[in-house]
């Protein structure tokens, strides 16, 4: 079994590396146990993403059905022949992380299934919460590992780190959200079209979680510190570019970050934190 568990650790960190250079950058700051929990994470929650987002050509309502049941029977059991499903299993238990985050994260993904429009601030906060949010408090169970008073202080903080980073990738999808699958996420945008002011409006909104999220951030402990700002750099540099990209271009390509830039923010967060500034 250890080899077995291994394995499912290593093709989570392969989809991990395969899907999200950055995030794989961030993860791969941390203590090696913190690292395979994170890449367990990350890859049971972008295979459900992948399910409602690109296989088109397949039943994903029947799909997102069978990886939730077959989740369930894993944790029942113990084992998964799934490796993705197998490593998250073990984290879940390990890190005790509850059930209701990974209800709240598959019924959003759901809400990908059957609902196109957010009209209302509410609505969108609700999915926000399912699709983000609980991500976020899955990693933050991970990184107090059982310090109880220590998640409950960063609670908030993990969830607007995690609205804001859902809110940049929506801004930066917004093209494709819109075009490709039909989707409108922000309630701003409910029977309207995307001009300068709603942008700078979503920018604004944004920046308020991300103000919040860095207090959190400054109080994390070890080098889930490191890991989590290098993150939280590279999306306060997407928004920032973001805000100075015309919103018919935003609409007309997607907006990247050069990998020299990446690099350049990699080694901000590694000297702030060495030199304890942050």
């Known amino acids: 079994m250890r080899f077995y568990n291994k394995c499912a650790f290593n093709i989570s960190k392969v989809v991990t590396t395969s899907y999200s250079t950055s995030f794989s950058f961030a993860t791969n700051l941390l203590q090696k146990e913190q690292r395979d929990a994170i890449y367990s994470i990350y890859g049971f929650v972008r295979f459900a993403d992948e399910i409602v987002d690109t296989f088109h050509e397949y039943n ?25 499903l197998q490593s998250f299993q073990l984290t879940v238990k390990k890190y005790h992380i509850p059930q209701a985050y990974i209800d709240a994260f598959i019924t959003s993904m759901r809400y990908d299934l059957e609902k196109k429009e957010y009209k209302t601030k509410l609505e969108a906060e609700q999915y926000i919460y399912g699709s983000a949010d609980v991500v976020g408090l899955m990693c933050l169970k991970v990184f107090c590992n ?18 804001a980073f859902q809110k940049v990738n929506f ?7 819109t075009e490709t699958l039909g989707r409108h996420y922000f309630s701003e945008l409910s029977n309207r079209e995307f ?15 991300f103000a919040t999220a860095y207090k959190g951030i400054r109080e ?6 490191l890991a989590v700002l290098l993150a ?9 570019k973001l805000r100075k990209t015309p919103a018919a ?9 050069p990998n020299y830039k990446k690099l350049l923010i990699m080694l901000k967060a590694q000297t702030l934190y060495n030199l304890r500034l942050v």
């Open 60 to 84: 994903k309502s029947y799909l997102l059905d069978r990886f939730e049941a077959d989740f369930k029977e894993a944790i029942q059991r113990g084992i998964s022949l799934n490796p993705i």
């Open 146 to 163: 059982g310090n109880n008073k220590k998640y409950n202080e960063l609670l908030l903080p993990a969830m607007k780190l995690g609205s």
């Open 232 to 240: 939280y750099y590279y999306y306060r540099l997407l928004l920032n």
């Open 171 to 177: 801004l930066r999808d917004l093209r494709e959200d």
């Open 195 to 209: 001009c300068e002011e709603q942008k700078n409006r979503i920018v604004k909104d944004i920046e308020a979680d």
């Open 249 to 257: 271009t935003i609409m007309q390509s997607r907006v990247r970050i």
């Open 220 to 225: 994390l402990p070890g080098k889930s510190k």
